[in-house]
């Protein structure tokens, strides 16, 4: 079997939910899946508030890996700037409503949503976790335009028939559908995944 060397990149931007950016980076690194790693200002903002890890000290661990690469927000000469480099997709997890309504029109100035434009228009997987509540009617047509574009929206919904017991069992859900959005994985792994302590 040909091993994919293609990255997937993982933007992270400032919607609540950084432990699914960190979950979402640990299951790939797990599986020898080459991670391309690109965070918003506001990113590393919510990531202070969340987490009792320091973002630093998580990049720090990644960075042990031969198979990650961080890439600065600012930095629009970073290979994954462009078409021509070749990537496995993209998800953008968690994604703000700004990220999201930036995607939804184009814009494209920072490493994250050109990245995720690329990913649009090289019709590549690009997967979209928002993460806000309520939502008004503008972030709804938001995420029906980045659907329309090709996107996937995949909501960070709790699998409540699962009867999940912790945050974790939750974030590993989103996180092997993520997966499994992204072609990483086949299938979702069995229903006990979710709650393993029964
Ligand atoms: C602690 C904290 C939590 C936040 N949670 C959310 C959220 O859940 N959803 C959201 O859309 N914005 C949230 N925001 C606001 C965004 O961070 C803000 O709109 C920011 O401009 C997003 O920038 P970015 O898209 O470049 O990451 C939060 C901000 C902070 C400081």
Redesign the pocket.
């Known amino acids: 079997m040909a091993i994919n060397t293609k990255p997937v990149v993982v933007g992270v931007?400032?919607?609540?939910?950084s432990v699914m950016a960190k979950g979402t980076v640990d299951a790939l690194l797990n599986r020898d899946v080459p991670v391309a790693l690109v965070c918003?200002?506001?990113?590393r903002?919510?990531w202070a508030?969340?987490m009792d890890e320091p973002y630093a000290t998580a990049l720090a661990t990644w960075k042990e890996s031969p198979y990650f690469t961080e890439y600065a927000i600012g930095d629009l000469r970073a290979p994954i700037a462009s078409g021509s480099y070749p990537t496995r997709g993209m998800v953008v997890v968690?994604c703000?409503?700004?990220?999201l309504a930036s995607m939804a029109h184009g814009i494209s100035d920072?490493l994250l949503l050109r990245t995720a434009d690329v990913c649009l228009k090289e019709r590549r997987p690009l997967v979209i976790v928002p993460?806000?509540t309520p939502l008004h009617s503008g972030h709804l047509e938001n995420m029906l335009k980045v659907s329309q574009l090709g996107a996937m929206v995949l909501p960070p919904e709790p699998p409540f028939y699962l009867r999940p017991e912790t945050i974790d069992d939750v974030v590993r859900y989103i996180v092997n559908r993520v997966l499994v959005a992204l072609d990483v994985e086949d299938a979702l792994p069995d229903a006990d995944q979710y709650h393993p302590r029964n």
Do not use: I
């Not at 931007?13 to 939910?17: D, E, I, L, P």
């Not at 703000?96 to 990220?99: E, F, H, P, V």
């Open positions: 931007s400032g919607a609540s939910g918003t200002v506001a990113g903002m919510v508030e969340e968690p703000s409503m700004n990220s920072n993460r806000e």
